[in-house]
């Protein structure tokens, strides 16, 4: 049975940084591009960014380039995400998804029960 | 930016067939995707690859995209199908979200 398990989420004040993580099992997770997906309360969905299957490539929203980066640890089969400067804009639930198919823009098959990550002073 | 547009609600009564729309620029020339999402719950793949069915996802549950949008359709609607769903393509190098449908059974 595929489980993606995220945690890290928290209270962080704006210009803080946080480290979320994506515990991922039942699958081969090299194997699978994944991806980070979040949604502010109240809001609709929004993709974050996607780790390819290679590992050579990653991929960002406008929203978060050059301020979060992905990152995968294939020996504890963890996908990470280092965001930096939140802003209040950064509010919101964190989903970790496993993406379906061989492209890295794949529809996602998996989803996490999320981590919500809260920035306010 | 590439954008999806999509109603922000439908109203189906139960047994009746219910449709949301998706609408972006040559959005029939790439595959779509469609999550659905029910209160206090994580996003679940409906469709994708346009009209393909995850294993699990009830048949009652078909997709269509030509030209400029894709179409979610679900036949003989229940009470259980009642939730927000969303339209998913990609463009360039980045993956995109319609801004949502919710769906309510009447």
């Known amino acids: 049975e595929v489980q993606l398990l995220e945690s890290g989420g928290g209270l962080v004040q704006p210009g803080g940084s946080l480290r979320l993580s994506c515990a991922a099992s039942g699958f081969t997770f090299s194997s699978y591009a994944m991806s980070w997906v979040r949604q502010a309360p109240g809001k609709g969905l929004e993709w974050v960014s996607t780790?390819?299957?290679?590992?050579?490539?990653?991929y960002y929203a406008d929203s978060v380039k050059g301020r979060f980066t992905i990152f995968r640890d294939i020996s504890k089969n963890t996908l990470y995400l280092q965001i930096n400067s939140l802003g209040a804009d950064d509010t919101a639930l964190y989903y970790c998804a496993k993406v379906y198919t061989s492209s890295w823009y794949g529809p996602l098959d998996y989803w996490g029960r999320g981590t919500l990550v809260t920035v306010s002073s | 930016s590439y954008e999806l547009t999509q109603p922000p609600s439908v109203s189906v009564s139960p047994g009746q067939t219910a449709s949301i729309t998706c609408s972006g620029d040559?959005?029939?020339?790439?595959?779509a995707s469609w999550y659905q999402q029910k209160p206090g719950q994580s996003p679940v793949l409906v469709i994708y690859q346009d009209r393909k069915r995850p294993s699990g996802i009830p048949e009652r549950f078909s997709g269509s995209n030509s030209g400029n949008t894709a179409t979610l359709t679900i036949s003989e609607t229940q009470a259980m199908d009642e939730a927000d769903y969303y339209c998913q393509a990609w463009d360039s190098r980045t993956v995109v979200f319609g801004g949502g449908t919710k769906l309510t059974v009447l």
């Open positions: 780790f390819s299957i290679s590992g050579d490539r990653t």
């Open positions: 040559t959005l029939g020339d790439q595959y």
